[in-house]
């Protein structure tokens, strides 16, 4: 199989005040969130983890800037985050009234965001193996992006059950099961099926993005 090499360049003044932009506007939103939230305790068990995810990003950004289709994914994905633990995830309005007016037995806000969630996450291993590896635009990348972003999903069920139980938090507040004994098998599930649809959907825009920004391809 032919391989081919993607060389990072320099990346355009535009997309780093389009990346300081999106951060400000999720910072903001954290703050006015934090002002107060439906249960303290939930919301900062809720916001740590991607808030030092993000910390390492923003670190990350000269050394790896990412395109800004990932960039605009990853603040979306923060705002749904935000919204979900500012009001926790059973009493987010909007899911809500997704309930009562499709007729689910449950808010369904968390499979929302673990859908999105899947989405934005395999956008990001997308663009990471393809910069960082020999992989090439493929198949082959398709399903390992997408398993990377299954393992992620299930590693992301363990350490909010650990959470939960080190923080002695009640289970069905923070982890939002509303009485679903297959909670976790959906989250995990839609959060494949994100990854997959990310992929099919924005791949070539991705790409196209990558050559833009001095990511090209040689044989």
């Known amino acids: 199989m032919q391989c081919d090499t993607w060389h990072q360049g320099g990346m355009a003044s535009g997309d780093d005040r ?3 932009a999106l951060l400000a506007l999720v910072l903001s ?6 002002i107060a939230p439906h249960d303290r305790g939930v919301f900062a068990l809720e916001v740590v983890p991607w808030v030092v995810l993000l910390a390492i990003a923003a670190a990350l950004h000269r050394r ?19 919204v979900g633990a500012h009001y ?3 009493r987010v309005p909007a899911g809500l009234w997704l309930r009562d007016a499709l007729g689910f037995a449950r808010n ?7 859908f999105a969630g899947g989405f934005i996450a395999g956008l990001l291993v ?4 393809l910069r960082r590896t020999r992989l090439v635009r493929g198949w082959r990348t398709f399903f390992l992006v997408s398993l990377v972003c299954l393992a992620g999903g299930a590693l992301y ?6 959470l939960a139980v080190l923080a002695r938090r009640d289970a069905a507040e923070f982890l939002a099961m509303q009485g679903d004994p297959w909670d976790t098998q959906w989250d995990m599930f839609l959060a494949l099926l994100g990854a997959a649809l990310a992929q099919a959907s924005l791949g070539r825009l991705q790409d196209r993005q990558m050559r833009r920004r001095g990511l090209k391809r040689e044989s």
């Open 64 to 82: 790896f800037p990412l395109t800004p289709l990932s960039h605009a994914a990853s603040a979306g994905l923060c705002l749904l985050l935000v």
């Open 18 to 20: 389009l990346a300081v």
């Open 108 to 114: 369904p806000y968390d499979r929302i965001v673990h």
């Open 157 to 162: 069920e363990i350490l909010e059950w650990w």
């Open 88 to 90: 926790t995830y059973t």
């Open 126 to 129: 997308r663009e990471v193996l």
């Open 29 to 34: 939103a954290l703050v006015l969130a934090g």
